[in-house]
């Protein structure tokens, strides 16, 4: 049997057991290794794409329950190549270290500022939480989050 | 040339395709044709193989390749080369590899796996270092008087795998002196993870008689070097590449599944993809060492510490690796800091029956600097004297004497101490926000050092006016090859960092290096870029002295461009330059290398120790308030300050981020990290809801403070930033807390239960009966010494 799934406003067909994550799909067949799959647990936040506009880990999803739905990983937020705005704060704050963890962070952080467009420090703090860093300690994120609220405030 | 052009908050070039998912750590990786390789991992130790059959692995359909020890006969170590790839008629620890396949899937693999015969007759354990020291405690290594010794000195004997001392002055006499109060305390530390988010991982294949291992690695080198040994090839058929690293803390200081990958690419003749699951990192972390400290001290009324004695006993788990090397730095952490009249130590690796142990940023030189600042707080509380004002009273500073009797450069922990001082008084006290809860407060001091060792660069400088570098090392995640080495070479040549290429590294290309780690990436891959660059340069100004009709000494370099010195538009571009340069000569190159310069230690009193002094040492000064709740032992920092020498600052803001990220694994380690072992020697925390690593909530924002200007050989002055700053964490809460809730702190992590335990008084004493009371009789029996 055929699950048709859609990603990033592409469709595509997989025969592979429903009960497959959807991590695995993403990177093994489709080459969408922004996706990190570090504890496929649900505990790092690594794997984690939006569905329908929320974030989920994609290392407990089946694909049976993401088929038909909206799925958008951290390749589609920089389409064309062009950084997104949160993405290029980062950049110029120079937060990133290894990187493994950014792609589900900015995934997820992408998600929280389109509900909370001018949250506290403790507000984006709680919301990093289901997203761990081993390198950065986080405060220097958080900064570069808020700046960037700021920013987009101020400019919009 | 000017060092200040060298310094500057330059950005990283990776971070583009870090944020958008598209950089290709391993894990990313594949090939076309590549196989998925699984590793048989043993469920219980000890035990002696009775059978072993692969039979039915190797005749399931779509496997191409099964491998056990039968394959890889060598032996390999740091020291003493102890550890065979997979385990040959002994299981020594949980997990140790017993056969690994190659399969068209990774469900072929695993099927593969399960389908091996293997039969064991479980041995008596030694799985604590209690256990290993007994008498008649069974042998880890029943061979091992017929072991390679890849480092002579080491005092070695049953399950003690290496015993490294120091003896200096006359210690009996300074614990005898009437006027002293001796002061004892005792420690015991558990283990902490890496937890690096990419697991180790590698691509191999066979290709021309010649192996190429793609790998996550820190240490190109040596995962060459060991391939080489366990597979009994020649090194040089083995070549290391290392695309970008997720992560490595030390875990990945070390070779690892590249030999197995490599022998199923062989025997397969196809490419060969092998990565740890999270669980199998678990299992076989390379964790920070377990350990148990006894530390004694004479010290005069008047805060002069006479004597110092200490015992340490460091777990390496099944095989010595790199605690045989760490037992080394015990005497420059534990016995550093302060000036001491005399100093006896004895630091012993123990083989037990658990998965090996390894590097892990600052090594044991985090929780050393832990039971010597307990142990500061001891002595100051027992003379009466201000903890403070003892540290102040006796930090190094120039001209006194390390624990190996090295003699100490320049002044830093004394001025840094100042500057901490002048920082807290320049702002209010957080006592008020902790409440009704118990606040507690304290500053602490660390001495680490530069692993320094060699390191080459070649740099190639093309008639476009760019540049290209190409050394071993791999960026990690510190961002030292994105921004330092960039930097450094743009400064010398005149270039923008931007127009810097680096290399990734590859053993074919680049010359030896030890790795990356070790607080070494900037200073001795800097130094040898550097001087790689000043090879370059004068090259250039020598052709540049022709083209402008100008002496050498009158031309400068900056902006891409090389002018008379003083007068803008003067000169030419770089690249005109180099473009002369290649008709002239052809394409302009420069080499470079770097390696310790020894430095002098007192004769005879370091033995077993792969260093005798600290070439390139670091200091930093930590300060701490925390709030602990008296209902529930639950510590919360309130505020985090570090006061770090760094030599000369060449990325100041990569440096605060480092030093915001190794605080916080600090935290961890100090507050929650902790893995611990059951009776048969397994360890307990096999993933990330066991391990508990440190969240956004569970940080503070640190404040920095760079201390530049201390002495260093490193290039334009600079020291490794990215690994001290774990080294006092744990030091300074656990001083902060004791002194909250007024009780000795003797373990870590200092979670809710443990703390609250010592509240309520019902916190047993840290008692080590295996270390005997008398320090001598802690230390093997050695042939007395020629002098
Ligand atoms: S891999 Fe999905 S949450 Fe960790
Ligand atoms: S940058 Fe390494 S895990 Fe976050």
């Not at chain 2, 009273?393 to 006194?400: H, K």
């Not at chain 2, 002018?563 to 080499?591: D, H, M, N, W, Y």
Request: charged share 20%; with cysteine.
């Amino acid at each position: 049997m055929s699950i048709s799934l859609t990603i990033n406003g592409e469709t595509h067909a997989t025969n592979r057991d429903p009960l497959t994550p959807l991590v695995d799909v993403l990177r093994d067949d489709l080459a969408l290794t922004g996706a990190k799959a570090v504890c496929r647990e649900g505990f790092c936040g690594a794997c984690t794409v939006l569905m329908d506009g929320q974030p989920v880990v994609s290392c407990l999803l089946p694909i049976a329950s993401a088929a038909g739905r909206d799925i958008r990983t951290v390749e589609a937020l920089s389409d064309g190549g062009e950084l997104s705005p949160l993405q290029k704060a980062l950049e110029q704050h120079d937060v990133v270290q290894c990187g493994m963890c950014f792609p589900g962070m900015t995934v997820a952080l992408t998600s929280f500022l389109a509900s909370n467009p001018n949250p506290t420090r403790e507000q984006v703090k709680q919301s990093l939480v289901g997203n761990i860093c081993r390198c950065t300690g986080y405060e220097r994120i958080i900064d570069a989050v808020l700046a960037h609220a700021q920013a987009m405030q101020g400019g919009g | 040339m000017d060092a200040s052009a060298a310094v500057m908050n330059y950005p990283r070039r990776d971070a583009r395709d870090k944020l958008s998912g598209r950089t290709r750590y391993t894990v990313d990786r594949s090939r076309p044709g590549m196989l998925h390789g699984a590793i048989l991992r043993a469920q219980a130790a000890p035990a002696r193989i009775v059978r072993l059959d692969v039979s039915a692995a190797e005749a399931t359909p779509g496997v191409r390749a099964v491998i056990t020890g039968r394959d890889a006969p060598g032996l390999h170590g740091i020291g003493v080369a102890d550890q065979p790839l997979f385990a040959i008629d002994l299981i020594r620890h949980q997990a140790e590899p017993l056969a690994a396949v190659a399969a068209d899937t990774m469900e072929i693999a695993k099927a593969a796996l399960a389908a091996i015969r293997i039969e064991t007759e479980p041995l008596p354990a030694a799985v604590t270092m209690e256990q290993a020291l007994r008498p008649d405690a069974p042998l880890v290594h029943p061979d091992w008087t017929s072991y390679e010794v890849l480092f002579e000195g080491g005092g070695r004997s049953g399950n003690i795998a290496w015993e490294a001392t120091v003896v200096r002055g006359d210690a009996e006499a300074a614990f005898s002196r009437p006027d002293v109060a001796i002061v004892e305390s005792n420690f015991r530390i558990g283990r902490q993870n890496h937890l690096a988010f990419e697991p180790r991982a590698v691509i191999a294949s066979y290709e021309d008689g010649r192996y190429h291992i793609e790998t996550s690695t820190q240490v190109p080198w040596t995962v060459r070097n060991v391939t080489a040994r366990v597979l009994q090839i020649p090194a040089s058929s083995v070549r290391v590449t290392v695309p970008p690293v997720g992560g490595g803390f030390g875990l990945k200081f070390d070779c690892a599944l590249e030999p197995f990958a490599a022998l199923l690419a062989r025997k397969s003749g196809r490419p060969v993809k092998l990565v740890n699951s999270r669980q199998e990192e678990m299992l076989t972390c390379l964790c920070r060492e377990n350990a148990e400290l006894r530390i004694r001290s004479a010290v005069t009324g008047d805060g002069e510490i006479v004597g110092r004695e200490a015992v340490v006993l460091m777990d390496c788990g099944a095989y010595g690796g790199e605690q045989i090397f760490l037992t080394t730095m015990t005497a420059h952490t534990l016995l550093g800091n302060y000036r001491l009249g005399s100093v006896k130590l004895v630091s012993r690796a123990i083989y037990t029956h658990t998965a090996p142990n390894g590097a892990f940023r600052a090594c044991n030189g985090v929780y050393n600097t832990f039971a010597l600042e307990r142990h500061t707080d001891e002595i100051a509380a027992r003379i009466g004297m201000d903890p403070l004002a003892f540290r102040r009273r006796n930090v190094l500073g120039a001209g006194d004497l390390g624990a190996t009797g090295q003699v100490f450069e320049g002044d830093a922990l004394g001025p840094m101490l100042d500057r901490m001082a002048a920082v807290k008084a320049s702002r209010p006290s957080r006592k008020a926000q902790a409440g009704r809860r118990l606040y507690g407060q304290a500053t602490t001091v660390g001495t680490w050092f530069v692993f320094v060792g060699p390191s080459a660069a070649t740099i190639n400088l093309h008639s476009d006016g760019s540049a290209s570098v190409i050394t071993s090392g791999v960026e990690i995640g510190s961002g030292t090859m994105v921004q330092a080495v960039p930097q450094i070479v743009a400064a010398e040549l005149g270039l923008r960092p931007e127009d810097v290429i680096v290399r990734a590294a590859d053993t074919d290309a680049a010359g030896y290096d030890v790795g990356v780690g070790g607080g070494r990436t900037t200073v001795s891959l800097g130094a040898a870029s550097r001087a790689a660059a000043i090879e370059v340069r004068r090259k250039l100004l020598a052709v540049a002295s022709q083209m402008l009709q100008t002496p050498a000494e009158k031309l400068e370099l900056r902006d891409g461009r090389i002018e008379i010195a003083g007068i803008r538009g003067s000169g030419t571009t770089i690249a005109k330059v180099a473009q002369r340069a290649q008709e002239l000569l052809g394409p302009l190159s420069g080499v470079g290398a770097f390696t310790n310069s020894p430095v002098v230690s007192q004769p005879g009193c370091a033995r077993g120790h792969f260093i005798e002094a600290l070439e390139i040492p670091i200091f930093a000064v930590h300060d701490c308030e925390v709030a602990v709740e008296p209902e529930t032992g639950h510590v919360e920092v309130l505020s985090y300050t570090v006061v770090q020498d760094v030599g000369r600052a060449l990325n100041p803001r990569a440096i605060a981020s480092q030093i915001q990220g190794g605080v916080a694994q600090g935290l961890g380690y100090a507050l929650h990290e902790e893995i611990t072992l059951d009776e048969q020697g397994r360890i307990r925390q096999t993933n990330l809801e066991t391990y508990r690593v440190p969240l956004a909530t569970d940080v503070v924002p640190v404040e920095i403070h760079l201390h530049e200007g201390a002495p260093s050989r490193g290039p334009l002055g600079a020291k490794g930033a990215g690994e001290v700053p774990i080294l006092n964490v744990a030091a300074t809460v656990g001083c902060a807390v004791a002194r909250a809730i007024d009780r000795r702190v003797e373990q870590i992590p200092l979670t809710p239960p443990r703390v609250l335990a010592m509240i309520l008084d019902k916190a047993p004493a840290v008692r080590l009966p295996h270390i005997a009371e008398r320090w001598e009789d802690n230390v093997l029996p050695r042939p007395a010494r020629k002098s």
